[in-house]
C-alpha cells in the first residue's frame, strides 16, 4: 500500500510540473501591430517575441518556438526574465480564461510561425480579433489591419478568419502563460514549444499506477 501510495504521490507531482513553470526570458523582437479601436488609431507591441525561453523550476531553458500577445490590459519589457512566472494549459492567463482561448488554439494551429514578417503581423491581429473583437468583451476592435500599407498582412489576415470561422482547437496544445503570477500585472502570453503535454503525463501517471497495482496482486500471490 505504501508503494502505491508514492507512486500516486508522484503522479500529483508530475501534473503540477506539466502546470507550472518558472521562468519567462522574453525575447528580443516583436511585432507592432496598428489598428482602429473604438474608432481611435492605436498601435500595439505583439508577438511573435522571438528567442523567448521557458525554464521549469530546476530544469533547463526551452526556446519557445512562438510565443503571441493573448492580453491588451498589460504591458510586457522585451530583453526581461519575468523569474515569477506561471504556464498552464487550459487556456488561463492571469487568472482569468482566455476569451475564445480554444479559436486561438486553431489559429495557431494552423498558422502559428515565429519571426515578425507579415505572416506573424496578421497572426497576432487575427488572435486579438478573436479574442477582444466580442460583444461580451469591454474592448471592441474594429477594422484591424485595414489602416495598414501591408496588403499582404491585410490580405492573410482576413483569410485567416475567413477559414477560421467557428472552428476550435485543443487549449491543451500550447502553454498559456502569466508572466508574474504574484501581480498578475504584466501582459499574458500564449507560446508553443516541445514540452510535455498534459496527455504524455496522464499516459505516464497510468503507466505508474497500472505497474503499482500489478506489482501489489504479485506480492498478494
Known amino acids: 500500500m505504501k ?11 508530475l501534473f503540477a510540473g506539466a502546470a507550472q ?8 523582437h516583436a511585432t507592432w501591430i496598428n489598428f482602429t479601436e473604438n474608432n481611435n488609431p492605436v498601435r500595439l507591441g505583439g508577438g511573435s517575441f522571438d528567442h ?18 493573448v492580453d491588451l490590459g498589460h504591458n510586457i519589457n522585451l530583453n526581461h526574465a519575468y523569474s515569477n512566472a506561471s504556464g498552464a494549459n487550459n ?5 482569468n480564461l482566455v476569451n475564445n482561448a480554444g479559436q ?14 507579415f505572416r506573424a503581423y496578421a497572426l497576432q491581429a487575427a488572435i486579438w480579433h478573436v479574442i477582444y473583437d466580442a460583444p461580451d468583451h469591454t474592448y471592441a476592435i474594429r ?12 490580405a492573410l489576415y482576413n483569410s485567416m478568419l475567413t477559414a477560421l470561422g467557428s472552428k476550435t482547437s485543443d487549449v491543451s496544445r500550447y502553454l498559456w502563460i502569466t508572466p508574474d503570477s504574484t501581480t498578475n500585472k504584466v501582459q499574458g502570453q500564449v507560446a508553443f514549444a516541445p514540452v510535455p503535454e498534459p496527455g504524455t503525463m ?20
Open 3 to 13: 508503494k502505491v501510495l508514492i507512486l500516486a504521490t508522484c503522479v500529483l507531482l
Open 21 to 28: 513553470a518558472d521562468t519567462l526570458t522574453v525575447g528580443n
Open 52 to 69: 523567448a525561453t521557458w525554464t521549469e523550476t530546476g530544469g533547463t531553458s526551452t526556446p519557445l518556438n512562438f510565443i503571441y500577445c
Open 91 to 95: 487556456g488561463v492567463v492571469n487568472g
Open 104 to 117: 486561438v488554439a486553431w489559429l495557431l494551429d494552423n498558422y502559428g510561425v515565429g519571426g515578425n514578417d
Open 143 to 154: 477594422d484591424i489591419l485595414n489602416d495598414s500599407s501591408d496588403d499582404a498582412a491585410v
Open 202 to 221: 496522464i499516459l505516464l501517471g497510468t503507466g505508474l499506477i497500472g505497474l503499482a497495482g500489478y506489482g501489489r496482486k504479485r506480492f498478494h500471490k
